[in-house]
C-alpha cells in the first residue's frame, strides 16, 4: 500500500464522483486531506453527494479528511483555503485540479449551435479557469518548498472528440495547461502533469445509464477510488519529476505502478 503519511494535499471538487473517488484513494495512503464542493449536510450520517459524506468516506480509509465548502467560481473563497492550508499545514504536496460544472441539462447530443452559449462558461469557467486559479494559489507553497505535484484531472475529450465542442475545449485547455505550467515550474522541481481516467463509475454517469442515454459496461468500468490510488502512486514515486508536462491516462498509470482497481 502506497505510504504518503505526513503529505497535504488539496482536491478540488470531491463531493461526488471522481473527486471522492481522489480524496478517498490519497486517504487510503495517509494523506491529510483538504476537498471542496458546494453540496453541504448536516445529517447523520450525512446525505449522499456532499463534502460530508466524502469526508466520512475518507475517514474510514484512515485519511484525514477536511472538508470545505466553497464555490471555485469566488475566487476570494478559493484563496481562503489555500491561506488556511498553509496556516493549519505549512506545506502542500499534491493539488488535485478535479472541480467541474456539468451544464443543466448536459450538453450531449446535439450541435453546438443547438446549446445554450451559457455552456462554455459552466464547462470552461469552473472546469478550466477554476484549475488555473487554485494552481495560482496552490503552486507558491510548492514552489518555496521545492516540491510538489499538480494533477489536472482531464479526459479523452482533450484529444478527440466527445459530448461536445465545448466540452473538448476545456479538456484540450486542460492539458495544455499542464504542459505548459510543468515548463514554467521546472526549476522548482514541482511537477504538473494532466490524468485522463477513462470509463469510470461516477453517480452522473451511472444516472445516465440508467436513463437509456449512455451505454456503459460496469463490470469493466473503473471505480472512482482508482484514480485516488493512482494519484497516490505517483504522489510517492521519487523519480515523478521525470514525468512532468506528460498527458497520461489512469489506465496506463495503473498498469505501470501495479495499481489495483478496488472494485
Known sequence: ??????????????SKGIGKGIAEGLGEAGCTVYFTGRSTSQQTPPAPMTIQATAASVASFGGKAIPVALDHNNDDEVRELFQRVEREQ?????????????????????????????VWDDQCGVGLRGYYTASVLGAPMMVKQKSGLIVNISSRGGRGYVFSASYGVGKAGVDRMAQDFAIELQNHQVTAISLSPS?????????????????LDTAHA???????????????DSSIFNKSGGIYTVSEIAEEYGVIDPD
Do not use: C
Open 199 to 215: 470509463k469510470v463509475k461516477t453517480e452522473f454517469i451511472l444516472d445516465m445509464v440508467a436513463q437509456g442515454k449512455m451505454e
Open 222 to 236: 473503473q471505480s472512482v477510488r482508482l484514480s485516488g490510488r493512482v494519484i497516490a502512486a505517483l504522489a510517492a
Open 1 to 14: 500500500m502506497t505510504d504518503l503519511k505526513g503529505k497535504v494535499a488539496v482536491v478540488t471538487g470531491a
Open 90 to 118: 505549512g506545506r502542500l504536496d499534491i493539488l488535485v485540479n478535479n472541480v467541474y460544472q456539468i451544464p443543466s441539462p448536459p450538453a450531449m447530443g446535439k450541435g453546438f449551435w443547438e446549446h445554450p452559449i451559457s
